[in-house]
């Protein structure tokens, strides 16, 4: 018994695979946006995959700005301080960029440490960023660009498929553990077929 459980678990793991925007998916739920079930490595790699996400989007959106900028009239001149005329531009765009970075950061931080409103705790996570999108507007766009992903995959039609084919009309009476344990069995095979040493 323990042992098919095991065995059971390893074919879960192969199956089965988070990757970074699964869980930045998850993080952005906001039922689910502590990641309890994940570990502190796993939580902070996620952390880290959404900031470097957010930075990517600020860098398109800053392109898209400069070049409407390009494309627009000249501005008017703007007559300098005294102060502007000797600071050293290098300072001030450094500033600039330093400031805008961690504002697009803390968007996520702020989004952590907020009170989510019970209202919001539903399975449709774009309702609140809906309601949010002014106030993070570069986690909304992220949020949208995820939840944009089709939940199915191929291997769970395939599993249909397959169901398919084990209930036919001569078998229209077996018992569901019967049909589960048939398209375990036959998920095991097609694995092994694949990887011989997948249990080993």
Known sequence: NNFFRQRLRQLLSTM?????????????????CKLTYADDYQRGITHVYVREQIKKMYGNAN???????????PSEKKYKTMEDQFMDPADNDADNNLTTSRSLLDELDKYLKMAIDVQFKQPNPLVFWKDHQQKFPYLAKLARHLYSIPATSAGVERQFSAAGLVINERRLSLNPDTVEDILFVRSIQKSLEKDLHLFS
């Not at 089965?16 to 689910?32: D, K, M, T, V």
């Not at 392109?63 to 009239?73: F, H």
């Open 63 to 73: 392109q898209q700005n400069n070049q409407l900028a390009t494309t627009d009239e």
């Open 16 to 32: 089965f695979s988070f990757y970074n925007r699964h869980l930045a998916a998850a993080l952005l739920h906001p039922q689910y």
